[in-house]
């Protein structure tokens, strides 16, 4: 078997060899050895196992100059039949929501030019709500957004209460539809995927908000990355490039790149934190204690 045939790396796969009669034992193999594997041939399996999951691409749209769009934003398809909706991309929070047919205080026009389309739960084959007895409601409880009320029919919604940085403030319930997606295999081939996420329909909204909904890229599970790496959609790490505020637009991956080689770096905190280790002017350590560069989850 060649190395880009098989699907684990350090972890991993064993083979079980079913036997002919209920009275044997079974046997467990290794596919691939613990020891004596050079690194290349890790590297391979590497690949072969990121080629097979895909990589989700993002298209991004948007610059950084608050005097212009002043956010980066993408486009998804939900539901079916499949319907286009834009979402601000945020790394900074763990719920995604879109705004929903009878939404008070959305917005029916966007800065942005880009139409305000508001989601229709019931238009959708695919679409169901969220209990308060549902497994998805108690990982909801994890970034302390859980609410649950009554509605018309015998069981509870479970639905959210968020406040932003901005003091934006959105509230609704939380849906389970298709989300639709671009992935791109190993060899470059572009495909169709879709998954059945959860995210928030939101009902009310005070503030302001430029693009039909939020798409969260934070670390809890209920983000979409999280989301989707539990559904083997993709792995649970993303890229992303975004241009200045000229140019604008960018990549966004769901995924690993691994061509070309890059500099990887640890991240600490809630909110994808970089740990400061010093500062150098000149090629000279300047003599600051490293202690003050110490974040916390606070």
């Known amino acids: 078997m060649r190395p880009s045939e098989l699907t684990a790396m350090v972890v991993v796969l064993l083979l079980a060899t079913a036997v002919a009669t209920a009275n ?7 596919a691939v050895p613990l020891k004596g594997v050079p690194l290349g041939d890790l590297r391979e399996l590497d ?3 990121q080629a ?4 989700v691409n993002v298209p991004v749209q948007g610059n950084a100059n608050p005097f212009a769009d002043g956010i980066y934003y993408t486009s998804l398809k939900l539901g079916n039949p499949p319907k286009e909706y834009t979402f601000q991309i945020d790394t900074g929070s763990d719920i995604s929501w879109v705004v929903c047919k009878g939404c008070r205080g959305c917005p029916t026009r966007s800065p942005l ?14 679409s169901s709500r969220i209990s308060c007895s549902d497994n998805s409601c108690t990982t909801a409880d994890e970034s302390g957004s859980k609410v649950c009320y009554t509605s018309d029919s015998t069981s509870s919604l479970c639905g959210y209460n968020l406040t932003y940085g901005d003091g934006t403030g959105v509230s609704g319930y939380y849906v389970s539809d298709t989300m ?20 928030g329909c939101t009902e009310s909204l005070s503030g302001f908000i430029s693009t039909d909904g939020i798409l969260a890229f934070g670390q809890q599970q209920l983000s979409i990355i999280s989301q989707l790496n539990s559904l083997g959609v993709s792995p649970k790490k993303f890229s992303h490039c975004l241009k200045g505020s000229e140019e604008g637009g960018g990549i966004f991956l769901l995924g690993e790149i691994v061509e ?32 003050l560069f110490a974040t916390s989850n606070k």
């Open 24 to 30: 044997q034992a079974m046997v467990l193999e290794r």
């Open 180 to 199: 639709h997606l671009d992935t791109i295999m190993g060899n470059q081939h572009f495909a169709n995927a879709s998954a059945s996420v959860v995210f």
């Open 113 to 126: 030019k880009i139409p305000i389309e508001l989601y229709n739960l019931n238009s959708s084959s695919t």
């Open 260 to 291: 070309p080689r890059l500099v990887f770096t640890p991240l600490a905190g809630p909110h994808y934190n970089l740990n400061l280790e010093g500062i150098a002017v000149n090629g000279q350590n300047l003599p600051i204690d490293s202690s």
């Open 52 to 55: 097979r999951m895909g990589v």
């Open 47 to 49: 690949r072969a196992r």
